[in-house]
């Protein structure tokens, strides 16, 4: 099992009061989804109602590997351009945010499910086009990591056109 990463472009929200069970059967496709806000990262979906289906324009997924894997990325992340590894950026996360450090938002984010909306989505982008070519690619560990940085650049660039990114 592993960590599948949905960025959705342009959301529109179909149902407040539809359960995921009947979302299921009446509006599941490939350019919808039943969203989950989790209580520990409210503020990175402001824009998005708890248990209502939403459809879109556009969806773009990928696999973000097993959670170890992920774990793995988001701490070759941190330590590349935040100078520590992720549990020092969480233990000290007050600081990191009011410095307006890059990519917080999504190293203090769940490694399972949930969603991150358009406005968190559009400083994340932001974030990712700024550091696009200050990371290293020196060994084939960096170009594997490089190729995760930029499917979520990607991700990101979708979301921020009223959209959001999607945990599952």
Known sequence: MGLD???YRNIK???QT???EEYEKLY?????????????FKGRAKDIHDKSAYSSDEAYSFGA????????????????????????IWDNYDHYVENKKPFIELIYFSDCE????????????ADFKEYEN???????HDEHMHTMYMEWLECFRLASNNGCVVFS
């Not at 599941?28 to 520990?40: A, K, M, Q, T, V």
């Open 5 to 7: 990463i949905t960025a």
């Open 28 to 40: 599941w496709n490939e350019l919808s989804f039943y969203s989950f806000i989790s209580n520990d």
């Open 13 to 15: 929200l179909i149902s």
């Open 18 to 20: 539809v359960t995921q």
């Open 65 to 88: 590997g097993s959670y170890s894997g992920y774990g793995r990325w988001r701490k070759w992340l941190c330590e590349n351009i935040l100078g520590a590894p992720p549990i020092v």
């Open 114 to 125: 949930g969603i991150i909306g358009t406005e968190v989505s559009k400083k994340l982008y």
């Open 134 to 140: 200050k990371i290293p690619k020196s060994n084939e």
